[in-house]
């Protein structure tokens, strides 16, 4: 068995800021470095998948009347993309549609799974209500 350099890893709100391959690497690390893992995350693309973020800017609206709010998801992703690389996360959702955060959350839990060795022993939607989902894992080997 090899040697664990920490008991305890944990993300919180640090995924839906990083590319694929930025995402990989932290999550490789965890896989070869820890015992546990703690994760605290977006269960989309919190960036593009907020409305509030978006909708608070005073151009949204000029932009939404003129090329419709579809089309400005569309080219605020693109942009975004370009600027912090694609999201382990794509997905755009309605994130105040509890169903919608709902769906997702299966593939948050294998998506931020460290490794094969891993398996969550815990999850919940972060209080109150968000679309923010809590995963504790633990290391079998």
Do not use: H
């Not at 690497?25 to 070869?32: A, E, G, Q, S, W």
């Not at 820890?34 to 909708?55: L, M, Q, W, Y």
């Not at 994130?95 to 919608?100: A, K, P, S, T, W």
Request: charged share 25%; with cysteine.
């Amino acid at each position: 068995m090899e040697i664990l350099e920490f008991d305890l890893c944990i993300n919180i709100n640090g995924f839906g800021e990083m590319g694929i391959e930025t995402t990989r690497c932290y999550l490789t690390f965890v896989d070869n470095s820890c015992r546990n893992f703690f994760t605290k995350n977006a269960v989309c693309n919190p960036i593009v998948g907020d409305r509030s973020r978006i909708e608070r800017y005073w151009w949204s609206k000029s932009i939404d009347f003129l090329i419709g709010a579809k089309r400005r998801e569309k080219i605020v992703s693109v942009a975004i993309n370009k600027l912090t690389g694609l999201p382990i996360l794509p997905q755009i959702i309605d994130v105040f549609d509890g169903e919608q955060v709902e769906a997702q959350l299966s593939s948050y839990i294998e998506i931020y799974r460290p490794g094969p060795k891993w398996e969550p022993i815990g999850n919940r939607m972060s209080p109150p209500w968000t679309y923010y989902l809590q995963v504790a894992y633990v290391r079998n080997d």
